[in-house]
């Protein structure tokens, strides 16, 4: 029997998706949605999940509940979109996401006895290759799974999956000394298209010296993407200190007088911290 908890929660998605309908509506609908397709969607999708991930890391309710709805509509209007055309229904979405759960947790819903986490790790993977037809015979290869992480992950967490799968089998560099030695190398050849060639190599110049970095972070036993979401942060809060510094607008300072209110922010935070320690 349904509670009424489970009741009220197919009523606010059915609720959610006939406004998300309404909103698709050739006739009456909203011209920014019409306009929409899932391409278009794509960056809204992964600023909705980020967004909803540092909801949760600061653990405050209300965002992560405000959040996850948003995440949720992107689901809903692709869904829509698609169905529009025939492609698919949310219904299908559902249904397979379902499927898979209970293909994939035979210890849950099936017979098979399973003990740690360990256990079920290695299980659902077996499930998993066989789902995608591969045998012990013939595994996929390291660099089938390095071309997925480069096409479905954000492109600094992709860096450090491809540069750990790599050093796993011995792909390495001997000792941290030689990933600075790249490092000087990639930065000399980057200095070299800035002045004498196209964009194009420019910016792969810059990526070579990026993923190198990635490699000295790993190295160092640091997290690359913790360590610039770090710094983004402080520049934000250094930013906020210099505009509330600031009797008029930024952009009639001199650099001079903007790197002086930056020292100053910067002092200031840094003895906010020190007496919060």
Avoid at 159 to 186: P, Y
Avoid at 246 to 259: A, I, K, M, T, V
Wanted: net charge negative; aromatic share 6%; glycine share 4%.
């Amino acid at each position: 029997m349904m509670s009424d908890s489970e009741s009220r929660s197919l009523t606010a998605i059915q609720e959610l998706i006939e406004v998300v309908a309404k909103l698709r509506d050739p006739d009456s609908g909203c011209p920014w949605d019409l306009a929409q397709t899932p391409q278009t969607l794509i960056p809204h999708i992964i600023e909705e999940a980020y967004e909803t991930a540092d909801a949760i890391r600061q653990g405050e309710k209300s965002a992560i509940v405000e959040e996850l709805g948003d995440l949720l509509l992107q689901v809903v209007l692709q869904a829509q979109i698609a169905s529009e055309s025939s492609q698919f229904t949310l219904a299908e979405i559902a249904d397979g996401i379902t499927e898979k759960l209970i293909r994939r947790h035979p210890h849950v819903f099936g017979d098979v006895e399973i003990n740690s986490v360990e256990e079920v790790n290695e299980n659902w993977e077996k499930i998993k290759a066989a789902e995608k037809g591969i045998t012990t015979e013939k595994p996929p290869t390291l660099a089938s799974k390095m071309s997925r992480y480069a096409s479905t992950l954000p492109p600094i967490a992709a860096g450090i999956k491809i540069s750990q799968k790599a050093a796993e089998v011995n792909f390495d560099w001997e000792s941290v000394d030689g990933v600075w030695d790249k490092f000087h190398e990639e930065m000399a050849e980057f200095e070299h298209a800035l002045k004498h060639e196209d964009k194009a190599a420019q910016e792969s110049e810059l990526g070579d010296i990026m993923f190198v970095l990635i490699q000295l972070a790993r190295w160092y036993g640091l997290d690359a993407s913790s360590a610039l979401q770090g710094t983004n942060q402080r520049f934000v809060q250094r930013f906020a200190l210099v505009e509330a510094k600031c009797d008029r607008p930024l952009s009639d300072c001199s650099p001079e007088e903007l790197d002086e209110l930056w020292n100053q922010a910067k002092a200031m935070l840094a003895k906010q911290k020190g007496d919060r320690q």
